[in-house]
């Protein structure tokens, strides 16, 4: 099992920036893939970025150039910095993890962007 504990969240204003982190309870090295989710109020949950095994990286259309997922292997840690904010990327985001071929999921942390 994969225990995921996200943080970082909250408001900001448009053009801001936030980082969420999300400490996982074994090392990462041992964990296919991990990424970051987001769901906005009646909207369905949608792929954020991702880092998948052999170090390959996928980004949302939307965010690129503008969000950046990385990771901590000492800390175990998988981290999304969010720059240049917009109203759109509110959101509940969630940690995710792909582990023996079961999918994971943080608790989420609100991320709100006022205008």
């Known amino acids: 099992q994969v225990q995921l504990v996200e943080s970082g969240g909250g408001l900001v204003q448009a053009g801001g920036s936030l980082r969420l982190s999300c400490a996982a309870s074994?090392?990462?090295?041992?964990?296919?893939?991990m990424g970051w989710y987001r769901q906005a109020p009646g909207k369905q949950r949608e792929l954020v970025a991702e880092?998948?095994?052999?170090?390959?990286?996928n980004y949302l259309n939307s965010v690129k150039d503008r969000f950046t997922i990385s990771r901590d292997d000492a800390k175990n840690t998988v981290y999304l910095q969010m720059n240049s904010l917009k109203p759109e990327d509110t959101a509940v985001y969630f940690c995710?993890?792909?582990?023996?071929?079961?999918?994971?999921w943080g608790q989420g942390t609100q991320v709100t962007v006022s205008s």
């Open positions: 880092m998948a095994s052999g170090s390959t990286i």
């Open positions: 074994r090392s990462l090295f041992t964990i296919n893939n």
């Open positions: 995710t993890a792909l582990y023996w071929d079961r999918r994971y």
